[in-house]
């Protein structure tokens, strides 16, 4: 095929074997190449700057920033940029926030190759492509409230161990309204205590360790 016509790919992720393997994949193909790869946010959005691909593949996960925050650093320079979100986790609420910065797609590392370059041809096409698994799970843990900012922030201070007395100090609230808080959370998550509630909140993405 006319290289002009191609998809021009670039790859981000910390792993150079699974960086190389997707490499490998896209360029199999006849009607897109790999034109740029990354391994940092840092370097996403200086090497999308310099080649304008088509298509980024990109790690939610590196080593000095999120991949959400990296794409909308380069969504805020190109809005038009279509970044697809390629992770091994399936938390909804990073899935969600992906979505809600401007991802066009969101794939499983443990996807088969095939469908892998299948969602690059769709969403340079300028579709939107969510694994059926993902969208599922978005949709078994949507059905509720989500947690609020400063839900977020009491259950995440939950998780570091603190005490609700440290809580209320560090987030300049009264312990009163910490214990509200972690009321709400829990049955917003439908958590029968405070470690099964940092539990759900882990698997879900909403907080990390």
């Known amino acids: 095929m006319d290289e002009e016509k191609q998809i021009r790919v670039m790859s981000v992720d910390d792993h150079p074997l699974l960086r190389e393997g997707i490499v490998a994949v896209v360029n199999s193909q006849k009607d897109m190449q790999i034109v740029a790869q990354a391994a940092t946010a840092r370097e996403a959005v200086e090497q999308f700057r310099l080649h304008r691909p088509d298509v980024v593949l990109m790690d939610l996960r590196l080593p000095d920033m999120s991949g959400i925050d990296a794409m909308i650093a380069i969504r805020e320079e190109s809005p038009e940029a279509k970044v697809i979100m390629v992770t091994t986790v399936e938390g ?35 579709k ?25 922030e009491v259950l995440a201070q939950v998780a570091s161990g603190n005490r609700n007395r440290d809580i209320a100090d560090k987030l300049f609230i009264t312990e009163e309204t910490v214990k509200v808080h972690i009321k709400h959370i829990m049955e917003k998550l439908d958590a029968k205590d405070r470690t099964q509630a940092v539990a759900i909140g882990i698997r879900r993405g909403i907080i990390h360790l």
């Open 92 to 126: 909804d609420a990073e899935i969600m926030r992906a979505l809600a910065g401007g991802a066009r797609g969101y794939v499983l590392k443990s996807m088969p190759p095939k469908e892998l370059v299948e969602v690059i041809r769709q969403v340079n096409a300028g």
């Open 128 to 152: 939107k492509r969510i694994p059926s698994e993902v969208a599922a799970r978005l949709a078994e843990h949507f059905d509720g409230d989500a947690l609020t900012a400063r839900e977020v």
